[in-house]
């Protein structure tokens, strides 16, 4: 449990060793008076079991070290360093000969942990596969969110049927252990690692596939052979529902003659967006059902692998429906509510007030910015500020406001280093950093950063 300390006191020692916006962030050096190794404030002190956790000091929630806000940002892929427009800067600057030789491994990671701690950052957000900063197991020099995937169905990748596979059968469950034992089991007593997250935001609501032009469980399980028991376990929710099967038959435009000739017919529904809206709210019951077997599933073989790290669960989409739809249920068995929302402070306040006593857990903002078009960056991922100076403000804004509140535990940006429309992938939508494509900070997104580094837990204390 935290000792008690009188706020003014807590003021003081808060402030020991910070300087002006653009001076030493608090924990750069390390360790300093006030910050633990991690990027933790030492002022609050909990029970160390050597692992990041969830805590409530009976005024708020905290990720566990010291008291820890993630503070930290994601897209630290080192081959955005390795572009045609600026590659050959990045390997004279390593004095590398060649990407991912020595070199360059040794210069990429230096040069990152030193920009991280010029910004007063705690956390690689979960969008990092620059593996000089996270592997070998126990050797990171800085907290990381790392990826445990059983299925893979981040949107990105424009998951296909195939990828919605039959949760609800005993190859998932192998699927799982097999994949938790890969790329768990040798972090399990890696103290960096802030927890596991799995999806990028999977599309899993109706909307959410029409958006992706993906599918989701219900449309394609209900098509599968009698045998599957995902389509067992379909028949058995559609018979919870109705309970005669003459009303299935008046939404679905069929003929059943009872249940068990729903359970034999196979490929009866085309795989598109629901026709009425009762398809729709079968097709959001059944989900959540799927769901709650997802999870459970996918957490026990975690679990099983490394009992000692945070369940992050997917990254869930915010933006759209499948948070509101979801989070009731995904909470039952994740360690805080991992969310991608790129809204302004008022909509991420509207989304926390409305779940907040639903879910009991408290909200990581595990991906999101703001962003400002430019010449080669013309359509940015966010919402579009007029200029640098108000992306800071809204960027100040936001984290000011959301670690101001009790159930908010933290905000991974998007991201480190500007992409171009000239990169391979990125041609439509681009990835703003807070840095260019050779390394300069916007300087006003590097002032509200730093300040808001230097002020994190005098913010997360303040008394409303």
Not at 84 to 103: C, H, K, M, S, T
Request: glycine share 8%; with cysteine; net charge negative.
């Amino acid at each position: 449990m935290p000792f008690p300390i009188a706020r003014r006191d807590f003021l003081k020692s808060a402030l020991v060793g910070l300087g002006a916006c653009f001076g030493t962030p608090a924990w750069a050096a390390q360790p300093t008076v006030d910050r633990d190794r991690f990027g933790g404030w030492t002022g609050l002190k909990f029970d160390a079991t050597g692992f990041f956790r969830t805590e409530h000091d009976g005024r708020r929630w905290w990720l566990v070290t010291h008291a820890f806000i993630s503070w930290g940002v994601n897209h630290y892929h080192s081959g955005w360093w390795a572009q045609d427009y600026n590659r050959d800067y990045w390997l004279q600057r390593f004095g590398a000969e060649q990407v991912d030789d020595p070199a360059w491994n040794r210069g990429f990671r230096e040069a990152a942990l030193a920009d991280l701690r010029r910004l007063g950052l705690n956390t690689l957000g979960i969008h990092t596969n620059a593996t000089m900063l996270t592997h070998p197991p126990g050797q990171a020099r800085f907290p990381f969110v790392a990826p445990y995937e059983p299925l893979m169905l981040s949107h990105y990748l424009k998951p296909q049927p195939d990828a919605y596979a039959d949760i609800f059968a005993p190859e998932f469950e192998a699927q799982c252990e097999r994949t938790a034992q890969q790329v768990a089991a040798p972090y399990r007593d890696d103290p960096m690692v802030l927890g596991y997250c799995m999806a990028d935001c999977p599309p899993l609501t109706d909307n959410e596939a029409e958006w992706n032009g993906s599918t989701t469980w219900p449309r394609r399980l209900r098509n599968f052979a009698a045998e599957a028991p995902g389509k067992q376990a379909y028949v058995d929710s559609m018979r919870e529902r109705y309970g005669d099967v003459a009303g299935f038959n008046a939404t679905y435009g069929t003929g059943f003659g009872g249940w068990s000739d729903l359970l034999n017919a196979t490929d009866w529904r085309p795989d598109l967006a629901p026709l009425n809206q009762a398809e729709r709210d079968d097709n959001a019951a059944f989900l959540l059902l799927c769901v709650d077997r997802y999870y459970s599933v996918a957490r026990a073989a975690l679990r099983r692998a490394d009992p000692n790290h945070l369940f992050l669960g997917d990254k869930i989409n915010g933006d759209m429906d499948s948070l509101n739809s979801i989070a009731g249920t995904t909470s039952q068995y994740t360690d805080l509510v991992n969310t991608q929302h790129y809204a302004r402070w008022e909509g991420q306040r509207a989304t926390m007030d409305r779940l907040t006593d639903m879910v009991g857990q408290p909200f990581l903002n595990g991906d999101a910015a703001y962003t400002t078009p430019t010449g080669t960056m013309p359509n940015p991922h966010g919402q579009h500020a007029r200029d640098m100076a108000e992306r800071a403000l809204w960027t100040r804004e936001f984290m000011e406001n959301a670690t101001a509140r009790p159930d908010f535990v933290g905000w991974h940006m998007c991201g480190m280093i500007d992409t171009a429309n000239t990169m391979p992938g990125k041609e439509q939508n681009q990835h703003q950093g807070l840095m260019t494509t050779r390394g300069e900070f916007y300087p006003e997104m590097e002032a509200a950063v730093r300040d808001i580094s230097d002020r994190l837990y005098v913010i997360a204390t303040s008394e409303a």
